[in-house]
């Protein structure tokens, strides 16, 4: 008992966490990026006067079949896990994996989720556009997994994938990383067309809200603090830890194919959470930011 009861003490979730929250604010607020922020509001005008040229020239349907046409080049397989990792328990379960390194990351995620919901539910109410299963006839175009109907504008998996790229984006600051995560990002969002989903304008305008979300969550995570304290950042963790369990146990955004993806993410989310907080802790005076 006396053996147990020092294992659980010398966990890190008793011993390390507080000293860890308060090392990751400091840091998070010597590190505070302008010029980042900068990168990613441009980016996300871009996407923006995008849609704005597409919808203005084509009309709000526009590219979408010059898009979709190429969807059967690539197995169906590969689409569905491409436009999965665009949920929001794929992008949880994911961000498990940095919760002990860097808590500032899931304390801008939060706000950031919190952010992006009111956009995409108040524009999805507001807006009730149909998806193409329900404008086009079947035939016209290439459907991959589930045939969506209402709620097409924006794209809430592209605002999601954006969030988190360019949190990552903001966190992380090697030039080939962060090339590749916008290339991620773009992957995603656009899978979304490929598998009918969504239009064009649709992808572009949630991309761009996703950029726009995060700058705004970092802002206000530099503000306001309630993130770097326990009981919230154990939250945040929990929701986590539930998102992952929530794929383990069928979750798929219907998307078939590619459960077993991710299943193998949470299940890696998983194993990485229960190492860090509850195996016995050793102090590092690695900063917590790269």
């Avoid at 046409?69 to 197995?75: G, R």
């Avoid at 397989?77 to 500032?104: C, E, H, K, Y």
């Avoid at 206000?220 to 992952?244: D, M, N, R, Y």
Wanted: charged share 10%; glycine share 8%; proline share 4%.
């Amino acid at each position: 008992m006396q053996n147990l009861l020092a294992q659980i003490k010398g966990c890190f979730i008793v011993t390390g966490l507080p000293d860890q929250l308060q090392s990751s604010r400091q840091q998070f607020a010597l590190h505070y990026d302008t010029e980042s922020l900068k990168r990613l509001t441009q980016l996300a005008g871009v996407f923006l006067v995008l849609a704005v040229l597409l919808w203005a020239v084509a009309g709000y349907h526009g590219a979408f079949h010059l898009l979709n046409q190429f969807t059967p080049l690539l197995p169906d397989t590969f689409w569905q896990i491409a436009t999965f990792m665009g949920d929001t328990t794929v992008v949880l379960s994911i961000s498990l994996l940095v919760a002990r390194r860097n808590p500032a990351i899931l304390w801008v995620l939060l706000i950031a989720a919190v952010y992006g919901t009111l956009v995409t539910h108040g524009l999805k109410n507001l807006v009730g556009a149909e998806r193409p299963p329900v404008s086009l006839v079947t035939g016209e175009y290439n459907l991959v997994g589930k045939a969506l109907k209402n709620g097409s504008f924006p794209s809430g998996h592209s605002l999601t994938a954006f969030v988190f790229v360019s949190i990552a984006f903001y966190f992380f600051r090697n030039f080939y990383l962060r090339i590749a995560l916008l290339l991620t990002g773009a992957l995603i969002a656009f899978s979304r067309v490929m598998v009918a989903a969504h239009w064009p304008v649709d992808v572009f305008v949630g991309s761009g809200f996703g950029l726009l979300v995060t700058v705004a969550a970092v802002v206000t995570a530099q503000h306001i603090h309630w993130g770097f304290k326990v009981p919230l950042h154990l939250f945040i963790v929990f929701l986590l830890v539930v998102a992952s369990l929530m794929i383990l146990t069928g979750h798929d955004g219907g998307y078939p194919q590619a459960h077993l993806f991710g299943k193998l993410i949470a299940f890696s989310a998983l194993l990485m959470f229960i190492v860090d907080y509850f195996f016995p802790y050793k102090s590092s005076s690695k900063q917590t930011l790269q």
